[in-house]
């Protein structure tokens, strides 16, 4: 199996600018597309991003698109989301996911799940 690790999180200002990492153990990373969700308290999780095996098409839910970037290095077996532009909204659990199926905004597709991080965007 895939076990996901993410870090990164913290307590950033409105604005500011943060960058997750989600290393990956096992020998078949390259072999997975990559997802981000988020969660926030008493709502559902949340498709934020996904990137495909290659790190070439990159697909973003219309309230991240432009702000953050997903991205991947295969031979460090980690995948990585830059986010700018910091919101209150996106205050949340972020989580990093690993499929081998088509459906990548969908939590469904995905085999694999890393702890979560916080990411906590203040006033």
């Known amino acids: 199996q895939v076990q996901l690790v993410e870090s990164g999180g913290g307590l950033v200002q409105a604005g500011d600018s943060l960058r997750l990492s989600c290393a990956a153990s096992?020998?078949?990373?390259?072999?997975?597309?990559m997802g981000w969700f988020r969660q926030a308290p008493g709502k559902e999780r949340e498709f934020v991003a996904a990137?495909?095996?290659?790190?070439?098409?990159?697909l973003y839910a219309e309230s991240v698109k432009g702000r953050f970037t997903a991205s991947r290095e295969n031979a460090k077996n980690t995948v990585y989301l830059q986010m700018n532009s910091l919101k209150l909204e996106d205050t949340a659990v972020y989580y990093c996911?690993?499929?081998?199926?088509?459906?990548?905004?969908?939590?469904?597709?995905?085999?694999?799940w890393g702890q979560g991080t916080q990411v906590t965007v203040s006033s």
């Open positions: 996911a690993a499929s081998s199926s088509i459906g990548a905004t969908f939590p469904g597709a995905y085999d694999y």
């Open positions: 096992g020998r078949t990373f390259s072999t997975y597309r």
């Open positions: 990137i495909s095996r290659n790190g070439v098409n990159t």
